[in-house]
């Protein structure tokens, strides 16, 4: 099975999700109709601009994780499997995953995308601050995004949105990290 590729359209913005198979050949943004040629990252295009590709790679966790974890490139996007974490115990496991990230996977480049969660324990904000100190100390850079306002609040309340770089939304955060 070929590799999945995202392809975002030089037109629009529009981002598309093909097979690295395709690479190499044309096809129309569904979006704005644009045509769009399939390179690989770093191959020039005839206007001297560069191919938006952008391999995607799964990154295995255990069956049991609380995260799961997609590679974009060198940008790692870590969504959370549940969208409650309230106990002491996935408390405990979510410290050794957001751990794992620097200390196993190696990762330098992180957006925690926390979409799906619509509760989470004060104790997890002591886990997300130890990781941002990790995460600098490795010469690295963190983004969160996609956090609901509910949860902002108490954010903005402990003056995480001045500690966090926060973006509305998953795309802002990693081409944030791509640059």
């Known amino acids: 099975m070929a590799d999945q590729i995202v392809i975002k359209c030089q037109k629009c913005g529009h981002k598309l999700v093909t097979g690295s198979q395709f690479i190499g050949r044309k096809g ?9 040629r399939l390179q690989r990252s770093g191959e020039g295009r005839p206007d001297g ?13 255990p ?11 060198d940008v790692a996007v870590v969504r959370f499997s549940t ?3 309230l106990d002491q115990s996935n408390v405990r496991q979510l410290g050794e995953e957001l751990d ?4 196993k996977y190696k990762l330098k480049k992180l957006v925690i995308n926390f979409e799906n969660v619509s509760y989470m324990s004060s104790a997890v904000m002591g886990k997300l601050v130890s990781l941002l100190k990790k995460t600098k100390a490795t010469g ?3 983004n969160l995004c996609g956090i609901e306002p509910g949860i902002y609040e108490i954010f903005e309340i402990m003056r995480f949105d001045r500690m966090f770089d926060i973006h ?12």
């Open 49 to 61: 601009s560069e191919a938006q590709v952008v391999a995607i790679d799964q990154i295995e966790t």
């Open 28 to 36: 129309r943004c569904p979006n704005c109709g644009a045509v769009i």
């Open 140 to 142: 690295g850079k963190l």
């Open 100 to 103: 794992s990230l620097i200390e």
């Open 168 to 179: 509305d939304n998953e795309d802002t955060a990693v081409a944030e990290l791509m640059d």
């Open 83 to 85: 969208s409650r974490i």
């Open 63 to 73: 069956k049991d994780s609380l995260l799961t974890i997609v590679k974009q490139n």
